[in-house]
C-alpha cells in the first residue's frame, strides 16, 4: 500500500509539475488535454488525479504554497543581514519557478486564499523590509507596503523573463537584486 502511494504522489507531483510550466507559459489558453499531453499521461489519468481544472488549480496552488513555505523557512530570515535576506528570498521565489508563476494567476482569480496566503509569504518578507528599514539597510522615505509591491513586482517581472527563457534562474535573480536594493543608477 505504501509503495502504491508513493508512485500516486509522484504521478501527481509530476502533472503539477507540468501543470505549472504549461500554465505559466499559455496562461489561461492552457487546456486540460494540453496538459495531460505534455504531462506524458492520458486524459483519463490525469482526471482521476485531478477531476477538473478547478482541482488541478487548488493542488498546484497547495505545492507551491507548500515549497515557498519551505524556501522562506530554509532562507532563516531572521539571522542574516538584510540584503542577503532579500537575496534568499529572491532566490528562492525565482527558484519555485513556474509554481510560483501558476500561483501568482490563481491569487488574481481567487482573493479569498490571498489572506492566508500573504500571511504565509507574504508577512516574512515585509518582517524583513521593516528590519531593513530600521537598521538603515533600507530607505525610511519608501513606507514597507510600498518597498513590499515594489519588491513583488520586480519579482513578478524577473520570473517572467526566467519562464520566456530570456534569463537564467541566478541571471534573473541577480538582475532584479540589483535594481531592487542599488537602483537602476550607476556608481
Do not use: W
Amino acid at each position: 500500500m505504501v509503495r502504491q502511494s508513493s508512485l500516486h504522489d509522484r504521478v501527481a507531483a509530476g502533472i503539477l509539475d507540468t501543470a505549472a510550466e504549461v500554465l505559466a507559459r499559455r496562461g489561461e489558453a492552457a487546456s486540460m488535454a494540453e496538459i495531460a499531453d505534455a504531462a506524458g499521461v492520458g486524459r483519463a489519468t490525469l482526471y482521476r488525479y485531478f477531476p477538473n481544472r478547478d482541482a488541478l488549480i487548488r493542488g498546484l496552488t497547495a505545492a507551491a504554497v507548500t515549497e515557498l513555505c519551505d524556501r522562506i523557512a530554509d532562507a532563516e530570515l531572521g539571522s542574516v543581514a538584510v540584503p542577503e535576506g532579500v537575496a534568499r528570498v529572491t532566490r528562492g521565489f525565482i527558484g519555485a519557478g513556474t509554481k510560483y508563476g501558476a500561483l501568482l494567476q490563481t491569487l488574481r482569480k481567487q482573493p479569498a486564499d490571498q489572506a492566508e496566503l500573504d500571511k504565509k509569504l507574504g508577512e516574512p518578507v515585509r518582517e524583513l523590509l521593516r528590519r531593513g528599514i530600521a537598521d538603515g539597510t533600507l530607505r525610511a522615505d519608501i513606507p514597507v507596503p510600498v518597498l513590499f509591491d515594489l519588491f513583488t513586482g520586480l519579482l513578478e517581472r524577473a520570473l517572467h523573463l526566467v519562464v520566456r527563457e530570456e534569463l537564467g534562474v541566478e541571471q534573473a535573480s541577480s538582475a532584479m537584486l540589483t535594481v531592487f536594493l542599488d537602483g537602476a543608477r550607476t556608481g
